[in-house]
Antibody
Framework: QVQLQESGPGLVKPPGTLSLTCVVSGGSINSDNWWTWVRQPPGMGLEWIGE???????SYNPSLKSRVTISVDKSRNRISLNLSSVTAADTAVYYC?????????????WGQGTLVTVSS | DIVMTQSPDSLAVSLGERATINCKSSQSVLYSSNNKNYLAWYQQRPGQPPKLLIYWASARESGVPDRFSGSGSGTDFTLTISSLQAEDVAVYYC?????????FGQGTKLEIK
C-alpha cells in the first residue's frame, strides 16, 4: 500500500519561497507513476500544479510555471515542490498525488495534504 | 487549457433517491488510439483529501460502492449515485487527464434534502 506524506513549513512570509516534501512509503518512487502536486485554497476548488516522473521529466501548469520547481530525490524516495515569490493567493492545502500512466487508468491516489499559509 | 464545467454547483437529494452530476469539457478528452476517455471523478468529504471514484469516465475504482457510476464520452460526462446514502455528502470533482494542465471542474456540493 503506497502512502504519501506531505510536510513543510505551515507559514511562509511573502515574497519568500514555499518548500514542501512528499515522502513515498510502501513503494518505490522509481515505479511507473507520475508524482503530482495539487493545491486547494481554503473553501475553494482544486488546481493542478505539475508533476514529475522518476527520470526527472516534468510538466508544469503554465499559470505557475515561472515560479514552480518539482524535483525527485530517489535516494530518499521523495519529491519536492518549490514555489517562489509567494503571495497570500498561494495560501492553500497542498496535496501530493500518485498518478498512474493514463493507458493503465490514470488513477490518482492522494496524500492527506498540508496547509500552507502565506502571511507576513 | 481544457476548461471543465460542472453542473449544478450544488444539489440536495433525499436519502435513497438518485443524484446526477454533469461535467462538460471544452474539448474532447477521448483518446482515439485506445478509445478511452481520460476523465476521472473524485469525492471529497469535509476535511479529507479527494478520493478516486471513477476513472476512464466509467470504470469504477476497486472498493467503491456500485451505487456510483460514470458515463459519457467525448465532452459530456455524468456521475450518478443511484440511491443516496448519508455518507455520500461531499463535494464531487471531475478531472480531465487528456492534456496538461490536468484541469478540474469547479466542484458540485451534494447535500441531503
Amino acid at each position: 500500500q503506497v502512502q504519501l506524506q506531505e510536510s513543510g513549513p505551515g507559514l511562509v512570509k511573502p515574497p519568500g519561497t514555499l518548500s514542501l516534501t512528499c515522502v513515498v512509503s510502501g513503494g518505490s518512487i522509481n515505479s511507473d507513476n507520475w508524482w503530482t502536486w495539487v493545491r486547494q485554497p481554503p473553501g475553494m476548488g482544486l488546481e493542478w500544479i505539475g508533476e514529475i516522473y522518476h527520470t526527472g521529466s516534468t510538466s508544469y501548469n503554465p499559470s505557475l510555471k515561472s515560479r514552480v520547481t518539482i524535483s525527485v530525490d530517489k535516494s530518499r524516495n521523495r519529491i519536492s515542490l518549490n514555489l517562489s515569490s509567494v503571495t497570500a493567493a498561494d495560501t492553500a492545502v497542498y496535496y501530493c498525488v500518485r498518478r498512474e500512466f493514463r493507458d493503465r487508468g490514470g488513477r490518482g491516489y492522494w496524500g492527506q495534504g498540508t496547509l500552507v499559509t502565506v502571511s507576513s | 487549457d481544457i476548461v471543465m464545467t460542472q453542473s449544478p454547483d450544488s444539489l440536495a437529494v433525499s436519502l435513497g433517491e438518485r443524484a446526477t452530476i454533469n461535467c462538460k469539457s471544452s474539448q474532447s478528452v477521448l483518446y482515439s488510439s485506445n478509445n478511452k476517455n481520460y476523465l476521472a471523478w473524485y469525492q471529497q468529504r469535509p476535511g479529507q483529501p479527494p478520493k478516486l471514484l471513477i476513472y476512464w469516465a466509467s470504470a469504477r475504482e476497486s472498493g467503491v460502492p456500485d451505487r456510483f457510476s460514470g458515463s459519457g464520452s467525448g465532452t459530456d460526462f455524468t456521475l450518478t449515485i443511484s440511491s443516496l446514502q448519508a455518507e455520500d455528502v461531499a463535494v464531487y470533482y471531475c478531472q480531465q487527464y487528456y492534456s496538461t494542465p490536468y484541469t478540474f471542474g469547479q466542484g458540485t456540493k451534494l447535500e441531503i434534502k
